[in-house]
T-cell receptor, first 115, second 110 residues
Framework: DSGVTQTPKHLITATGQRVTLRCSPRSGDLSVYWYQQSLDQGLQFLIHYYNGEERAKGNILERFSAQQFPDLHSELNLSSLELGDSALYFC??????????????FGQGTRLTVV | KNEVEQSPQNLTAQEGEFITINCSYSVGISALHWLQQHPGGGIVSLFMLSSGKKKHGRLIATINIQEKHSSLHITASHPRDSAVYIC????????????FGKGTRLSVIA
């Protein structure tokens, strides 16, 4: 158990809908990262939050947004869903952010299926 | 071209074999992670290294910063080692997210 909790584990929804994925980081970890893993793309960085502030953005669509709350949990909001958004969404946490001496711990992922 | 390249893409081995998975990268990095993803989907961090070699049980990871290359070795492989192994790097000075390779799918047959 990595200590990072993601809910829900599975989500099936229709095109055009909006969903919220939740991540609770390890106790004491200030950084939360969101990653998307689709079959043909591998793991792609979406967005990074550190202590409530957005620190970096990757290949995140405008239809997607995220936030980190004062208790450090984070939510990833996906709206106007398309079939191509079907993927595994991972959250990872670390004390600071991945660097020389900081490991990242991954949640079990949320499998999103858009039908 | 991907900044992180792994080889092979797929690997099938007999139980007990010594396995090597390679990772090459084209950018300056501050550290490299080896990750394991089981069929259920969860990702586990195996190693984080910035120089030299690390060992944990039957797993050994090495990195050569000058040659921009890392290897993950599995000794005495077992069917439970079957998973996707992913190399990920921290580009530049370190305050950046991970950049991932596409993974190596390993199947170990009893």
């Amino acid at each position: 158990d990595s200590g990072v909790t993601q809910t829900p584990k599975h989500l099936i929804t229709a095109t055009g809908q909006r969903v919220t994925l939740r991540c609770s980081p390890r106790s004491g970890d200030l950084s939360v990262y969101w990653y998307q893993q689709s079959l043909d793309q591998g793991l792609q960085f979406l967005i990074h939050y550190y202590n409530g502030e957005e620190r970096a953005k990757g290949n995140i669509l405008e239809r997607f947004s995220a936030q980190q709350f004062p208790d450090l949990h984070s939510e990833l909001n996906l709206s106007s869903l398309e079939l191509g958004d079907s993927a595994l969404y991972f959250c990872a946490s670390s004390v600071a952010w991945p660097g020389m001496n900081t490991e990242a711990f991954f949640g079990q992922g949320t499998r999103l299926t858009v039908v | 071209k991907n900044e992180v390249e792994q080889s092979p893409q797929n690997l099938t081995a007999q139980e007990g074999e010594f396995i090597t998975i390679n990772c090459s990268y084209s950018v300056g990095i501050s550290a490299l992670h080896w990750l394991q993803q089981h069929p259920g989907g969860g990702i586990v961090s195996l190693f984080m290294l910035s120089s030299g070699k690390k060992k944990h049980g039957r797993l050994i990871a090495t990195i050569n910063i000058q040659e921009k290359h890392s290897s993950l070795h599995i000794t005495a492989s077992h069917p439970r080692d079957s998973a996707v192994y992913i190399c990920a790097v921290i580009v530049g000075s370190g305050n950046t997210p991970l950049v991932f390779g596409k993974g190596t799918r390993l199947s170990v047959i009893a």
